[in-house]
């Protein structure tokens, strides 16, 4: 299991994501307008600044929905390769055949 700390600074990030989205897509839309004045997508691109860097959805990391880790992530099952490996032996993931020989 990852650190409990971690998993919650990350899940704090989606949230401040889905807050900051509308006004971080409008503000993007203003900024790179080539139509406006400069003075006025400057003062956008300022105003996008001043927004939480933590609002920005680049800051969010993918981690395994099952353990935190953040590594070895396959994001059609939204786990790592060991909770996929693990679930995958007890046969709790439909449609997934494990090999062993």
Same mark, same amino acid.
């Given at each position: 299991? #990852?650190?409990? *700390? *971690?998993?919650?600074?990350?899940?704090? !990030?989606?949230?401040?994501? #889905? @807050?900051?989205?509308?006004?971080? #897509?409008?503000?993007?839309? &203003? /900024? %790179?307008? @080539?139509?406006? $004045?400069?003075?006025? !997508?400057?003062? /956008?691109?300022? @105003?996008?600044? #001043?927004?939480p !860097?933590? *609002? /920005?959805?680049?800051? &969010? %990391?993918?981690?395994?929905?099952?353990?935190g880790?953040?590594?070895?992530?396959y994001?059609?099952?939204k786990?790592s390769? &060991? /909770?996929?490996?693990?679930?995958? +032996?007890?046969?709790? &993931? $439909?449609?997934l055949?494990? *090999? +062993?020989?």
């Amino acid at each position: 299991m #990852a650190k409990v *700390s *971690s998993v919650e600074r990350n899940l704090k !990030r989606q949230r401040l994501v #889905a @807050k900051y989205a509308a006004k971080r #897509a409008l503000l993007k839309d &203003i /900024a %790179r307008n @080539k139509d406006l $004045p400069v003075e006025e !997508r400057f003062q /956008a691109q300022l @105003k996008l600044a #001043a927004l939480p !860097r933590n *609002s /920005a959805e680049t800051r &969010i %990391r993918n981690r395994c929905q099952v353990t935190g880790r953040p590594r070895g992530y396959y994001r059609k099952m939204k786990m790592s390769r &060991i /909770a996929l490996r693990d679930l995958g +032996s007890m046969g709790l &993931i $439909p449609g997934l055949v494990k *090999s +062993s020989w």
